[in-house]
Nanobody
Framework: QVRLVESGGGLVQPGGSLRLSCVAF????????MSWHRQVPGKQRELVAT???????NYVDSVKGRFTISRDNAKKTVFLQMNSLKPEDTAVYYC?????WGPGTLVTVSS
């Protein structure tokens, strides 16, 4: 059974940085595309960034140049480095592998 566990969320001031991590358990990891999504209460979940098994990345326009997705296949971990954070980045961030989702980690950007 696949299990994903996110960590690294928290409260940060505008302009600050956070690094999210997501560890995968119970699955082959290196062949799958991994992705980060985020959701604000009352709104649809939004795809933020993806990374293929080979390391090709893609980002939603609103985070390009500020967020970086990466992965460590040996540790079955995907990361999301978030810089120059804005209040509108406030959301619960989820990682995704195929049909599996983690429980999410809350990121709050506020002064």
């Amino acid at each position: 059974q696949v299990r994903l566990v996110e960590s690294g969320g928290g409260l940060v001031q505008p302009g600050g940085s956070l690094r999210l991590s997501c560890v995968a358990f119970g699955t082959i990891f290196d062949i799958y595309t991994m992705s980060w999504h985020r959701q604000v209460p009352g709104k649809q979940r939004e795809l933020v960034a993806t990374i293929t098994g080979g390391g090709l990345t893609n980002y939603v326009d609103s985070v390009k140049g500020r967020f970086t997705i990466s992965r460590d296949n040996a540790k079955k971990t995907v990361f999301l480095q978030m810089n120059s954070l804005k209040p509108e980045d406030t959301a619960v961030y989820y990682c995704n592998l195929q049909r599996s989702w983690g429980p999410g980690t809350l990121v709050t950007v506020s002064s």
